[in-house]
């Protein structure tokens, strides 16, 4: 694919995920609770995936591919279910624009940590001064977001 258009797809990620957290916060308010928001928002991914296998007609992956995968592939799932309590949690405390920017500021730590040391299978990019300043950035992007 070209750049410009996976960098678009990459911005429209971004976009969808403040909207999935500040729509999330709404359902927990007309819900009255957290968790039940969390869960209805995973069924409704859960929904869009299955629909999404089924349009691509994806085989169902044969038990060795299943058993195949590292423990720690699994749990995926799982951190995106502590993300979303969290986003819900800290969304009317925060405001969406710091807690995205402290979202943010994160993924950018762990990116460069998980790159630095290729974890998880990732093939390994050092870190250098121009990804610190870039983190630097980020983390500075964040202060100034604050209210």
């Given at each position: 694919m070209q750049a410009w258009l996976l960098t678009l797809l990459a911005?429209?990620?971004?976009?969808?995920?403040a909207t999935q957290q500040v729509l999330n916060g709404?359902?927990?308010?007309?819900?009255?609770?957290?968790?039940?928001?969390?869960?209805?928002?995973?069924?409704?991914?859960?929904?869009?995936?299955g629909l999404l296998l089924i349009v691509a007609r994806e085989p169902v992956p044969s038990w060795k591919l299943?058993?195949?995968?590292?423990?720690?592939?699994?749990?995926?799932?799982?951190?995106?279910?502590?993300f979303i309590m969290l986003m819900i949690l800290l969304l009317p405390s925060l405001g969406a624009a710091t807690l995205l920017a402290l979202v943010v500021a994160g993924q950018m730590l762990a990116g460069i940590a998980m790159d630095h040391f290729g974890l998880f299978g990732l093939v390994q990019h050092p870190v250098s001064p121009s990804r610190l300043i870039g983190v630097a950035l980020v983390i500075g992007?964040?202060?100034?977001?604050k209210d």
């Open positions: 911005l429209g990620a971004g976009i969808s995920v709404n359902l927990r308010t007309a819900l009255n609770s957290p968790a039940w928001a969390g869960f209805i928002s995973y069924l409704g991914g859960l929904l869009t995936m299943v058993t195949a995968a590292p423990w720690w592939a699994w749990s995926g799932g799982i951190l995106g279910g502590v992007g964040v202060l100034l977001i």
